[in-house]
C-alpha cells in the first residue's frame, strides 16, 4: 500500500478527515491535498512526515515504505491507538486477543532460552 493509501487508511482507522487530521496535527492542508493530488508522496516534506508519523504513533518505515503492510507502534508513547482498538473489543474478543497474545509471548520466551 502506498503512502497516500496509508495515510488515508490511518483516518478512516480513527474516524477522521483529511482536514481534520490537518487541523489537529498543523498539517497544511493545501500541501498534504496537493500530495494526494498529484501522487507525489515520495516527495513529502520530512515536517509533514513527523508530524503524520507523531499524530498516528506509526513508524516512519511503516508511513514510507510501500513493502510494509502493517503499522509498527514506535514505543510506549505511540501504541495508544492500538489501545483505542482494544479498548473497542467486546469480552469476547478481548479474551481471545489476550490468549494470542499470552501464547505469542510464550514462544518468544522459549526463542529466547532456546537461542542463548
Request: proline share 2%.
Amino acid at each position: 500500500m502506498d503512502t497516500n493509501k496509508k495515510i488515508k487508511s490511518l483516518c478512516r482507522e480513527k474516524g477522521i478527515t483529511i482536514k481534520q487530521l490537518c487541523d489537529e496535527s498543523g498539517i497544511n492542508y493545501e500541501a498534504l491535498h496537493n500530495m494526494f493530488r498529484c501522487n507525489t508522496s515520495k516527495r513529502i516534506s520530512v515536517d509533514i512526515v513527523k508530524k503524520i508519523t507523531s499524530y498516528f504513533g506509526v513508524s516512519y518505515d511503516y508511513l514510507m515504505n510501500d513493502d510494509i503492510k502493517f503499522p509498527a507502534y514506535d514505543n510506549e508513547n505511540n501504541i495508544a491507538p492500538l489501545l483505542e482498538k482494544i479498548q473497542k473489543l467486546d469480552t469476547k474478543n478481548k479474551y481471545r486477543l489476550e490468549g494470542a497474545a499470552d501464547v505469542y509471548l510464550k514462544m518468544q520466551q522459549e526463542e529466547r532460552t532456546n537461542g542463548s
